[in-house]
């Protein structure tokens, strides 16, 4: 790939001569440039997929509602989500006379950095990941808890009753899902014996019903069924998304810790929380779906699997929204920690004695 | 100065100005925000180690959950800076020799005859395709099994006994059951009352 870029560049540049001029001032600060561009071939197709989201998720809510949904702006109302990222762009931040200034935007910074970073270990096709390191699953539940401290930043700097109590709500809700979180990746982790997330996909590529052509009963989500399952609900109650969203829940507390923030501020949280739910969808596909891996034996792998499958995890999303009703909060809390918790450790003593006994699977 | 030495007196030097802004700021909100940017950093060096499993865990438990609950804490709390800092300056018999005595020790416990580079050779470097995690998962579930065990026992002693400390019967205490509400019919709710209509 490096090879082919390089001499795309070289043929460009040299239809104007400047090829080696320009090369002798490159070529030193190269390998930078080179994953500067993979970071932007990674961030610009988020960020559009994230605008697309917001449009598909008004679609999709308003199908569901017997309505038409946005359908003004552009043919088929396609130039939605762009008209909204220009209006918040252009609109005035506002800071709250009380506010704390400093923290006031650190927030919607702490909450948008940590949701680009965690991209950065995904394989998006066999070899295809940014950074392909060894602890990548550790490394992205490290980011992805860091995610918190946007929330709780923004909500305290606000200094405005409705930002705090969204705060406060967010910090317990998202610290105790956090751990059925990681709880259910101990579980893969055990089975694919790596915590790289490559190697956890190839790990699902291999098995009777891989060697027989339906590799879709050889991936992780058979096996670890409850798993999946508790790990894609603590992914929902992760990123805020109803029905698990009283940190923001409209009826209460208006936007929760976003009250106080407008224009591209305001825009940031939003970006995050759009970003994280592709980035649940993306985790969930790449750990108990496969990732880039093909369904059935006569069909090549690659990309277009694992954006099939997000894009089914994202409908999933969007479906939950628009059916369920919001949770109460002591039931949130007693789903986390009464129900997936110790759900998640009976499956790890589960997975633990199945892999001594001579039926283990997962070699 | 290689890439990773100037990489090493970036994040120390954040990580001494973040430690020394965790004392010194007036607002306990601000000073627990510093010290997560100090862990943050401490994480970076331990980074440069090639510990990663241990830098990454530092971030999941310390930052990700510890300092989340702090915060929480904090945040709830009414602190009033100037009541706390009444007599401040009155416990200075007391405080100032413990400063001096720590100090003391620390230099002659890191000090270069026995953290020097003499004293404490470069490590051989990691062999190419061992996992740093698989490493230490070996060492801890085979060689130090039982301290490891030990310590984990410990700390569930410890975790009962916080719950135990805290546990009290309250009488006014309304609780639910979940399974009683979902076992809720539209019978045990609802009746329906016919009645004839009222017409003229």
Not at chain 1, 214 to 241: C, D, H, K, Q
Request: charged share 10%; glycine share 6%.
């Amino acid at each position: 790939m490096e090879n082919a870029v390089l001499q795309f560049f070289q043929w460009f540049w040299n239809l104007f001569g400047l090829w080696d001029a320009l090369w002798a001032v490159v070529k030193p600060v190269w390998p930078l440039v080179w994953v500067l561009m993979k970071i932007v071939a990674i961030i610009l197709p988020l960020m559009l997929s994230v605008a697309y989201l917001t449009f598909w998720e008004r679609k999709i809510i308003g199908w569901m509602q017997v309505r038409i949904g946005p359908n003004r702006v552009g043919p088929w109302g396609l130039l939605q989500p762009i008209a909204d990222g220009m209006k918040l762009f252009f609109k005035e931040v506002l800071v709250p006379t009380g506010a704390n200034k400093a923290l006031f935007f650190v927030g919607p910074v702490m909450a948008i950095a940590p949701a680009l970073a965690a991209w950065s270990v995904v394989p998006f096709f066999d070899g295809g990941a940014l950074a392909n390191i060894d602890a990548g699953l550790f490394y992205v539940l490290a980011m992805t808890s860091m995610g918190i401290y946007g929330v709780i930043i923004a909500g305290w700097a606000s200094n405005s009753k409705y930002p705090f109590l969204g705060a406060m709500r967010a910090s317990a809700q998202m610290v105790s899902y956090e751990i059925a979180m990681g709880m259910a990746l101990v579980c893969v982790l055990m089975v694919s014996n790596s915590l790289n997330l490559s190697d956890i996909v190839r790990a699902q590529g291999r098995g009777w019903f891989a060697d027989h052509g339906a590799g879709f009963l050889s991936w992780n989500w058979i096996p670890l069924l409850p798993m999946f399952v508790v790990y894609f609900i603590s992914g929902v109650a992760e990123t805020n998304r109803a029905p698990f969203d009283v940190v923001e829940g409209e009826s209460e507390i208006v936007a929760g810790h976003m009250v106080e923030f407008s224009g591209m501020a305001f825009a940031m949280f939003f970006l995050a929380e759009y970003a994280n739910m592709i980035l649940v969808a993306t985790l969930t596909s790449v750990l108990f779906l496969g990732g880039w891996l093909s369904p059935v034996g006569f069909l090549p792998d690659g990309f277009h699997w694992l954006a099939v499958k997000i894009s089914f995890f994202l409908f999933l999303f969007l479906w939950f929204r628009a059916t369920f009703p919001r949770y109460r909060y002591d039931q949130i809390m007693r789903l986390g920690w009464k129900v997936f918790v110790p759900l998640t450790l009976v499956w790890i003593v589960v997975i633990g004695t199945w892999m001594v006994t001579p039926w283990n699977i997962f070699k | 100065m290689d890439f990773k030495t100037a990489l090493f007196y970036i994040l120390s030097a954040i990580l001494v100005i973040a430690a020394l802004r965790v004392v010194t700021a007036r607002n306990p909100v601000h000073a627990v925000l510093f010290l997560v940017l100090a862990f943050f950093n401490a994480s970076g060096l331990w980074l440069l180690l090639q510990a990663e499993f241990l830098a990454i865990a530092l971030i999941v438990v310390y930052v990700g959950a510890v300092m989340v609950l702090f915060l929480f804490v904090v945040m709830m709390l009414d602190i009033n800076l100037e009541r706390l800092r009444q007599g401040f300056w009155g416990n200075l018999w007391l405080g100032g020799p413990i400063a001096v005595l720590m100090v003391v020790e620390m230099v002659a416990v890191l000090s270069a005859r026995s953290f020097g580079p003499e004293a404490m050779p470069a490590p051989a470097a990691a062999v190419a395709g061992v996992s740093n995690t698989k490493a230490l998962g070996t060492a801890i579930y085979t060689d130090y099994v039982y301290p490891f065990e030990l310590a984990s026992v410990i700390l569930l002693v410890a975790l009962i006994a916080a719950v135990v400390l805290n546990l009290r019967q309250r009488r006014d205490n309304k609780q639910l059951n979940p399974a009683e509400q979902i076992a809720v019919r539209r019978k045990d709710r609802v009746r329906i009352v016919s009645m004839p209509s009222e017409k003229e």
